[in-house]
């Protein structure tokens, strides 16, 4: 079976130490840090807090402010190259295997570019050099994808595969059939196609019986939930009066309905 797991921030706001802890309680083995500087104090004490309670760590996931400037010329491309190089430095540091990163937004997307080609290529380099994993999502950047696995061809370049984002902005990719031999990490969440609203497996209407199969196929490491549901949301709704060990109980619940 595959490890589960989900994302450290699930929308009930309180200490780190304390979401690690309820997270493990619920049954989850493994976790995810979101590498942000906003809140929660010292992000480089949270990989030794989680693992202080029994949580391994599947990935960091990158900020990203605006990944459109990756393709783009000037300085903000670069800068946000080295926001993503930084985070590879800090996976190294802190023995987490994987960075997830965006390359576009998911609303909307830059052309493929030359420049934003060369910091791929430049990224995958570091990547190598340090020995830590790439995952590029699936935002709304499939001819991206298409493009950067075709010519990139690297053990330390792969895909992080978002099941909410394929649903509500392209259905018909198949991203797992087209780049799931090079599947690094998932991030499982659902949605009614319209709004990437990061709902609990099962509550919105991805397929689930069908992802399954795809998913047993690529055997992903861990499958790492992504549910946190915005409460303005009218789809989410459902959730409001449970207690975040009631939500995690029922997170950990859905995971169990989708492990091989």
């Not at 104090?41 to 402010?65: M, N, S, T, V, W």
């Not at 990756?70 to 987490?96: F, P, Q, V």
């Not at 390359?103 to 570019?113: D, E, M, Y």
């Not at 989410?236 to 859905?254: H, K, N, V």
Request: aromatic letters at 10%.
């Amino acid at each position: 079976m595959a490890k589960l797991g989900i994302f450290s921030w699930f929308s009930y706001p309180m200490p780190i130490e304390e979401r690690f802890r309820l997270i493990r309680e619920a049954g989850f083995e493994a976790t995810a840090l979101w590498w942000g500087d906003e809140d929660d104090g010292d992000k480089q004490a949270q990989p030794e807090l989680a693992r202080k309670h029994g949580l391994e760590l599947d990935y960091i996931h990158a900020p990203f402010d605006d990944p459109n400037l990756l393709w783009a010329e000037g300085i903000d491309g670069e800068e946000y190259m080295k926001l993503l190089t930084d985070c590879m430095e800090d996976c190294a540091r802190h023995e987490i295997p994987t960075l997830a990163a965006h390359i576009t937004r998911l609303s909307a997307r830059p052309a493929v570019t030359e420049i934003g080609m060369e910091r791929i290529k430049r990224l995958t380099e570091h990547a190598e050099r340090i020995r830590v994993k790439l995952a590029l999502e699936n935002m709304n950047c499939i001819p991206h994808l298409e493009r950067i696995f075709a010519e990139v061809k690297s053990e330390y370049l792969g895909f992080c595969y978002d099941s909410g984002h394929e649903h509500c902005n392209h259905p018909d990719a198949n991203c797992l059939g087209r780049w799931g031999k090079r599947l690094f990490a998932v991030h499982l969440g659902d949605n009614f196609g319209e709004d990437d609203t990061h709902l609990l497996p099962y509550d919105g209407s991805i397929d689930w019986e069908v992802l399954r199969e795809k998913l047993m196929v690529r055997a992903p490491r861990t499958l790492m939930l992504e549910a946190d549901f915005n409460r303005r949301q009218k789809s989410s709704a459902l959730y409001y009066d449970l207690t975040a060990a009631e939500f995690l109980a029922r997170a950990y619940e859905r995971a169990m309905k989708i492990n091989f």
